[in-house]
Structures are given as C-alpha cells and as structure tokens.
C-alpha cells in the first residue's frame, strides 16, 4: 500500500525566537519536535550552569552571557511579524 505523502497534514513548524542583548534576536524555523528539544535543552544548560560561556546546541552556538529570553512562537505567526 502506497501513502501519497500529499495528502497528509504538514507537520507542525515553530519558530525559535532567540533573544540576545542588545536587541538582537535569531529566529530559527523548524519542526515542533525540534523546537521544543533545543528550548529544553538551552533550559537544562541554564538550570546547570547559569548563564555562563559557550554552549554548542544542535544546531546553534550561544554565548549564554548573552541570552536574554528564548521562545516559541508559531512558524506563520514569525512569518508575518
């Protein structure tokens, strides 16, 4: 039995809203597993060590001195704001 990928519902995209100081602010587009593993993963950092030195995330190197907040926001939401 083929599955005609066409027919099913997209997947769930959310948009990493990185905040730094200075006003600055990464947004990443990704699918919501992924999202939600690196905003835990940043938490769990956090949560261990503060917010001090380099961290390497899976698809993103901080400087944890400068993060300021990070959050998920829907992918359209991103797109249009």
Known sequence: MAI???S???EPRWAVCIH???GHVA???MPEA???SLLEAIDGHVRAHGF???RRFE???LNMEELQMVRLIPWQEAADG
């Open 27 to 29: 947004r990443i587009m």
């Open 59 to 61: 698809l993103v190197v």
């Open 20 to 22: 730094l100081k200075g």
């Open 34 to 36: 992924n999202a939600v």
């Open 52 to 54: 001090r030195g380099w």
């Open 8 to 10: 099913l519902p997209p």
């Open 4 to 6: 005609d990928l066409a």
